[in-house]
């Protein structure tokens, strides 16, 4: 009955306070949880775990009178903090813990309904029925009365000894009233901010010290109070609907005061201390050997339950095993009522201001899975330190997307990443090689073991990694740091910096074939190396160029922007073996190239390794390109070849510097000349046909004159393009007959216009002809001859590259033919061999115009060609004055030597020359002509006359009229 009876006042002052973010929370019936568990945790407490004071005559009453003697001679700036702390106000202990958590930010906690709910749901847990005084009491007031220990002033004579009977002596001792309070304050505020916990729970600690200081309590008083609500405080968080309610209320507050504060909570409260003094748990007395630290299984079973808001990301055994590794000394003033076997009497050992920083031993392997729960209103499940120095034969596993830190100087025997981040901020010294498997390292401190980074990230921030580090596939170094030696194994990366940086070497770095190193640049001449003070051997791998701050591969622009700059991106000072097998990026004709010296790689930006010319398909476009590389980077025409994203798009190029039309046009010079020697032969054949119709020895004369049309197609060769012409003029000749009409000779003139166009290029020139010729008949041979130079005014236009030239050309050429004519009863036949030398000469070209202008010196191209074949005659005559002759001739041309027609160049301002080539002659070719001629009369005679070259490269047609007159 005396059980359920319910202190109404505190009931309506927990309601009153419940605001509507806790109306979601059942006040009511969380409260009556405490009330119907809190009396059996008094008796629990008084029966189990604080049975008792220490016993009269015991090592702990000693050390009991010890520590309080020597306390009250304490002085200084300590003993005014133990006066201050004399104070029986509840708001000046309030004041103190508030100070640890804000600092100067004005935050008044007692503002804030949440926190009053949850101050006073606390308080109600250490309030019990006192079964003596008939009401409910504080349970320190309780078991004062239970213990009736005497104070030490009441105790203890001048010299700090026990009075005789001392014990016998009643009096308020047993537990501190005044720790008793400072802990209720404390456990509350910790459990609204755990990040804060070590600190306000040394706070408390060092409150209760201030009683022994000033004499009015013995040490043993405090921990007693500690351990009180040290055991009342696991009792409420191992209950998991008021620990909920806790989780709750905690949310709220720290949002109203986020709110208030104007910042994120985290920014709301002070910078942790990482330092706190274990011996003012205990308060520096223990027995001088060392005993074995107490294991996990030691530590009573709801002792996790502590840690359940601090570390909400472990399971129950892990953190009753970080209470065991922070425990007291077993043997100290803490420990001074354990008794073997019986959990409950290990309460005191739990030292609460070193367990929320984590664990100092890893008992065996320890999983630390930062998943985000309920409980976990304070954020540890995305960010935690653990501020301890860890020792033991346990590996930890990181696992969560969270990140841990590690602050202390740490010799368990290694680590494993599998998710999330894992900071090292001090020494780490395992026992055994570590792994990243997937997350992120971070090694802020030192690491003196072996590492694997099989997959993640290891990130440098200006720590050091004395031994070995090997990365296996998907692994990535980044950072600034040193490593003593490095592997990089295939399809693993190195990326220096955390933007540009430096990762040094002590020993030796070795590259594996397929892997990568990434490096950044800027336009300050800044980049990423590795510097080595051993040997850097280089088996293969990838170096990868990208901008700062950019994870993409230099661009085309990037490049451009950072033409012709360097940075040494690797050293090692006893030398560098091999070579990368790659660098990227690459474009067609800029990127970036690797120079080796004995000690450096050097990264040069600008001109790639591909050469103009392994681009092109042609000899001409080879050769135009291989005088474009030639050129020096500042000239504009090899900058716009540096533009060209594609193959094609070079050829293109390429093709409209080549000045092929120059080339064709001599090249075509070569093959027009044909026409004046055929015009010749022909009349010259002419002039004996007259001569049968003539009477012998009267060696009369010719004028004659012939107009002609002349296409022709010169088709691509694979080297050339191919390009076509055209052609019309008019020839004008005279000859005389001598040696009875045994001997012609002749001269001849004539002016004709050609244009050629091939390939966006195109030409035209004027012609001017003269010609010498003769013939001689010595039966059955006649021979038949001819000189002829021709003086040509040439215009050219490229019109891609929108040069143009205006220049002067000569063509010389001399022919003899020598004919067997037979008479035959229906038709005349000659078979006949001719031979002829032609050559064209150039003038000085030197093209206008503002992108690829050529120029080019004198020079000449030849040829000598031969033609054998037949023609055929056959004559009617139309009355006693005319006649009609029909006329045919096949033939086979062939031409000796150099197929090759080409002409050598220079771009304008430069010594970089190439030749180009027009479309090569053709070794053999077939002549077809067919004619007719009308023999008006005697003296009057007129041709029409078609004729057609054809060859592998090369078509001509042509069609002339032809008028003779004979005088």
Not at 332 to 349: F, H, N, Q
Not at 902 to 916: H, I, M, R
């Amino acid at each position: 009955m005396k059980s359920v009876i319910l202190p109404t006042t505190i009931s309506l002052l927990v309601l009153l306070n419940s605001n509507i973010s806790s109306a979601k929370i059942d006040i009511e019936a969380v409260e009556n949880r405490i009330l119907d568990k809190r009396n059996s945790w008094l008796d629990d407490i008084k029966n189990n775990v604080i049975n008792h004071s220490p016993i009269e005559n015991s090592k702990i009453a000693l050390w009991d009178k010890l520590i309080s003697h020597e306390y009250t001679q304490i002085t200084d700036e300590r003993l005014e903090r133990a006066k201050a702390d004399k104070s029986q106000n509840s708001n000046y202990v309030f004041s103190t813990f508030n100070t640890i958590l804000f600092g100067d930010h004005q935050i008044d906690l007692t503002a804030n309904d949440q926190y009053h709910t949850i101050k006073d749901l606390y308080d109600i847990s250490t309030r019990a029925y006192d079964e003596n005084r008939r009401r409910v009491r504080s349970i320190d007031f309780i078991l004062k009365e239970h213990f009736q220990r005497g104070r030490p002033y009441q105790v203890l004579d001048k010299d700090g000894n026990y009075i005789a009977n001392y014990t016998a002596i009643r009096g308020s001792s047993f537990p501190s009233g005044h720790t008793w309070n400072g802990f209720k304050q404390a456990a509350v505020l910790a459990t609204l901010f755990p990040e804060k916990g070590d600190e306000i729970f040394a706070r408390a600690i060092e409150y209760g010290e201030s009683r022994v200081i000033v004499g009015a309590h013995f040490p043993t008083d405090t921990i007693a109070s500690r351990i009180g609500n040290y055991y009342l405080l696991s009792q409420l968080l191992a209950d998991d609907k008021i620990a909920k309610s806790f989780v709750t209320l905690a949310r709220n507050v720290r949002e109203e005061t986020a709110i208030t504060c104007q910042k994120n909570i985290k920014d709301c409260l002070t910078t942790s201390s990482h330092h706190i003094n274990d011996e003012v748990g205990y308060y520096g007395k223990k027995e001088p050997e060392e005993k074995p630290m107490i294991t996990p299984n030691e530590l009573p079973n709801t002792a996790a339950h502590l840690l359940r808001l601090r570390f909400s990301y472990l399971d129950k055994e892990q953190r009753q095993s970080i209470l065991a590794s922070t425990a007291y000394p077993i043997n100290s003033l803490a420990g001074w009522d354990v008794k073997k076997d019986k959990p409950e009497t290990y309460w005191g050992l739990i030292n609460l201001p070193r367990a929320y920083q984590g664990p100092t031993h890893l008992y065996d392997n320890f999983i630390v899975n930062q998943v985000t729960n309920e409980f976990d209103f304070a954020n540890f499940t995305e960010l935690d330190e653990w501020k301890n120095a860890i020792n033991g034969p346990g590996q930890l596993i990181k696992k969560g997307n969270g990140t841990l830190i590690l602050s202390g100087e740490n010799t368990f025997a290694g680590i494993e990443v599998n998710q999330g981040n894992l900071v090292l901020n001090a020494k780490n010294h395992y026992s055994k090689p570590s792994s990243i498997n997937g997350g992120s390292l971070f090694i802020k401190g030192q690491l003196n073991s072996p590492l694997d980074v099989n997959k993640g990230a290891l990130i440098l921030d200006n720590g050091k990694i004395n031994s070995q580090v090997t990365l296996n596939q998907s692994g990535l170094l980044t950072g600034n740091g040193q490593i003593n030696h490095l592997t990089v194994n295939q399809e693993a990366m190195v990326s220096p910096g955390h933007s540009i940086g430096t990762i040094n070497i002590t020993d030796s770095v070795i590259f594996k074939p397929d892997s990568h190193y990434l490096v950044e640049i800027n336009a300050q001449g800044k980049h990423d190396t590795i510097k080595s003070q051993g040997t850097a051997v280089l088996n293969g791998g990838t170096v990868t160029v990208s901008f700062e701050n950019n994870k993409n591969k230099l661009s085309k622009q990037q490049v451009n922007s950072l033409f012709d700059t360097q940075y040494t991106i690797l050293s090692a000072e006893k030398g560098i073996r091999g070579k990368f097998e790659a660098v990227q990026p690459n474009y067609l004709f800029i990127g970036t190239t690797l120079n080796y010296s004995p000690n450096a790689v050097t990264l040069n930006i600008g001109r790639n390794n591909t050469s103009f010319d392994s681009v092109a398909t042609t000899q001409n476009q080879k050769s135009v390109a291989q005088a474009l590389d030639k050129l020096p980077t500042e000239n504009s025409l090899y900058k716009s070849i540096l533009k060209n994203d594609s193959k094609d798009e070079a050829i293109s190029i390429f093709n409209t510097l080549t000045g092929q039309v120059h080339a064709d046009i001599l090249s075509n010079q070569i093959n027009s000349s044909r026409h004046t020697r055929e015009t010749i032969f022909k009349q010259l054949r002419l002039s004996e046909s007259l001569n049968k119709t003539k009477e012998q020895n009267d060696n009369k004369g010719n004028i004659w004159a012939k107009a002609l049309h002349d296409w022709d197609n010169t088709t691509n060769d694979g080297n050339a393009e191919g390009y076509d012409t055209s052609s019309y003029g008019v020839f004008l000749g005279a000859d005389q007959r001598f040696y009875r009409d045994k001997a012609t000779f002749g001269l001849a003139t004539g002016f004709t216009k050609n244009s050629l166009s091939g390939h966006h290029n195109s030409g035209n020139s004027e012609n001017y002809h003269l010609a010498l010729y003769g013939g001689i008949q010595l039966n059955p041979i006649t021979l038949r001859a001819g000189a002829e130079h021709t003086w040509h005014h040439i215009n050219t236009h490229r019109s891609v590259s929108q040069s143009m030239g205006n220049y002067q050309t000569q063509t010389h050429q001399a022919f003899i033919e020598a004919a067997y004519p037979l008479k035959a009863a229906m038709f005349d036949i000659e078979p006949f061999a001719n031979l002829t030398y032609v050559k064209a000469t150039n003038g000085t070209i030197k093209e206008t115009g503002n992108y690829g202008v050529l120029k080019a010196d004198k020079q000449h191209i030849n040829g000598i060609l031969s033609t054998i074949g037949v023609r055929l005659d056959n004559q009617w005559m139309l009355n006693s004055r005319s006649s009609l002759n029909l006329y045919g001739e096949l033939g086979w041309q062939h031409q000796y030597g150099d197929l090759a027609r080409g002409l050598k160049f220079k771009f304008l301002d430069t010594d970089s020359s190439f030749v180009s080539q027009s479309s090569s002659a053709s070794r053999n070719g077939a002549i077809i002509k067919a004619g007719v001629d009308l023999n008006i009369n005697n003296n009057s005679k007129l041709s029409i006359n078609y004729s057609k070259l054809a060859s592998s490269n090369y078509a001509d047609n042509n069609i002339d009229a032809k008028i003779s007159l004979i005088f």
